[in-house]
């Protein structure tokens, strides 16, 4: 049954305790975007306001050429100013990315009280949770966007837990694409003069997850936003965005005139985006910049983005690497343990790159 939606508390029953999200929601012949979900003026997305994003994709078939310098440095370069970059030829086959699209619409497709059983708090197994928005419990105006978060133990623990929909996709969508994450992690610590082997590269990245975000069709997408300003908490996050785009990264680094203003990605078929998330920054005592973005609805058809988070196991020590700390003279962040940071991170709503004040010194 839909919920009134000029009562709070019915609405979000319906849509976060039931688990119906904002499909249901929409699917119930929504008209007006409830009040639960307006953002204040100051966190509405204004399109015809961002700048565009002109740079053309990073080839990484150059990293094992004879062009190896000239794409390395080109991807510190975008690590260091604007946090992220689109790669192509990346090692994950392109209709290996159509089916992950399409069975992340197969997933959100199913009737509500299919996703429901995944659900926070009923879920049959920790490695799997559905849910819509970031931390429903505690936001002021609720992020229009469902999703299905699966963490990665091995590949077993995957195809027994994770949903039957999207399983085997997701997990091959994961191991390749980590094959890539390796490669740009010892570009970007090469870049700094530190050489990481294997099994220290393994140590940062342990932590995987596959997510799957869902964004309903909007009726009023100038006053919403699919997730509000972030910025990840891990390594890298590998992105992939369907065709009708929607994601806006902040620029910090480039001309003074841009400083604080938004750059709308492209979506350009075949590519994935990579992301710098905070871990990432820490490590390279801040040489390397994560990037705080966000995402806007849209009003003409739903559309999907499966992002892969890699990270190091909560119970990993993080602080800057001791080789840049001894370069550059002094440590921009203190040493912590990895599982308080995600504690911090999910204990409150999108702020920006907040998050990063947990690791200042």
């Known amino acids: 049954m839909p919920p009134n939606l000029d009562d709070g508390k019915s609405l979000f029953k319906f849509v976060v305790q039931e688990g119906n999200g904002i499909k249901g929601l929409v699917d119930s012949g929504l008209q007006n975007v409830p009040a639960q979900y307006v953002q204040p003026p100051n966190e509405r997305i204004d399109k015809s306001n961002a700048y565009p994003y002109d740079q053309a994709p990073i080839d990484l078939s150059g990293l094992d050429g004879l062009s190896h310098g000239q794409v390395a440095e080109a991807i510190a370069r975008a690590a260091e100013t604007f946090g992220f970059f689109q790669v192509v030829n990346h090692g994950v086959p392109l209709q290996l990315l159509e089916s992950l699209e399409n069975s992340a619409h197969g997933f959100f497709g199913q009737a509500p009280e299919k996703k429901a059983v995944y659900l926070k708090g009923v879920s049959p197994s920790p490695l799997v949770k559905y849910g819509t928005s970031f931390v429903p419990e505690m936001e002021e105006a609720l992020e229009w966007k469902d999703y299905v978060s699966m963490v990665y133990t091995n590949d077993e623990d995957a195809l027994k837990h994770w949903p039957n929909e999207c399983k085997e996709v997701a997990l091959e969508y994961l191991k390749t694409s980590t094959k890539m994450v390796k490669k740009i ?6 870049h700094l003069g530190v050489t990481l082997d294997e099994p220290r590269i393994d140590a940062i990245i342990a932590l995987k997850i596959v997510n799957m975000n869902f964004y309903p069709i909007c009726p009023n997408p100038d006053l919403t936003v699919g997730v509000g300003r972030h910025s990840d908490l891990g ?22 005139e841009k400083e604080g203003k938004w750059m709308e990605i492209p979506s350009v078929p075949g590519a994935l985006v990579i992301n710098v998330g905070d871990t990432l920054q820490i490590l390279s005592n801040g040489m390397y910049k994560s990037a705080e973005h966000r995402v806007r609805t849209t009003s003409t058809q739903s559309r999907v983005s499966i992002p892969i988070f890699t990270s190091p196991q909560p119970t990993e020590k993080i602080g800057p690497l001791p080789e840049l700390v001894e370069r550059d003279g002094m440590a921009r962040y203190r040493e912590f343990i990895f599982g308080d940071y995600i504690n911090n991170f999910f204990g409150k709503t999108h702020q920006g790159k907040k998050s990063l004040d947990f690791a200042q010194i």
């Not at 992690?185 to 090469?190: D, I, M």
């Open 185 to 190: 992690v010892q570009v970007l610590f090469e």
């Open 235 to 256: 390594i890298l996050t590998v992105l992939l965005q369907d065709g009708i785009g929607g994601l806006y990264v902040k620029l910090e680094q480039e001309e003074l």
